[in-house]
């Protein structure tokens, strides 16, 4: 409600229960992740969980590692640059938590100047490039 304010650093996650696969992302990512969840699920048949950061700086890196630790898989959903994005923080909180074995993948918009326009979705990740990368890791 109105009245009321998160604590600094909290996520939030849909589908807390599921393990077979952990995308974490924030922002524009979290409905695109939502909506490629579905796909993933009716694909592969894995159960996705997605997690929403909702605060990049400081990352709460005890939250990252403890959704991760139970993920079968994880993929990074990050509209920023490959070079230098908020995933990178989030995979170092991941590996630094002891989850380095665990297979992942970045979804990352490409190094470049972000075009403006229709352009955009040349570089930007998609849902489609959510999936692409579920079923990379479904072959691990």
């Not at 998160?6 to 996520?11: A, Y």
């Not at 696969?21 to 979290?30: D, E, K, S």
């Not at 700086?57 to 991760?68: E, R, S, Y």
């Not at 972000?114 to 691990?140: Q, S």
């Amino acid at each position: 409600s109105l009245d009321q304010a998160m604590t600094l650093g909290e996520g939030s996650v849909y589908n807390e229960a599921a393990n077979d696969l952990v995308i974490f992302t924030f922002g524009n990512g979290v409905p695109m992740a939502l909506r490629a969840a579905r796909t993933i699920e009716s694909e592969q048949g894995w159960q996705v969980r997605v997690v929403d950061l909702r605060w990049l700086a400081p990352l709460n890196d005890a939250f990252i590692a403890a959704q991760a630790r139970t993920a079968k898989s994880i993929l990074v959903l990050d509209e920023g640059r490959k070079s230098a994005g908020v995933g990178d923080g989030v995979i170092t909180a991941i590996v630094e938590g002891g989850c380095c074995a665990t297979p992942m993948r970045r979804v990352v918009c490409a190094d470049t100047f972000t075009p403006l326009a229709g352009a955009a979705l040349l570089v930007l990740p998609g849902e489609a490039d959510v999936a692409a990368a579920a079923r990379e890791l479904a072959k691990r």
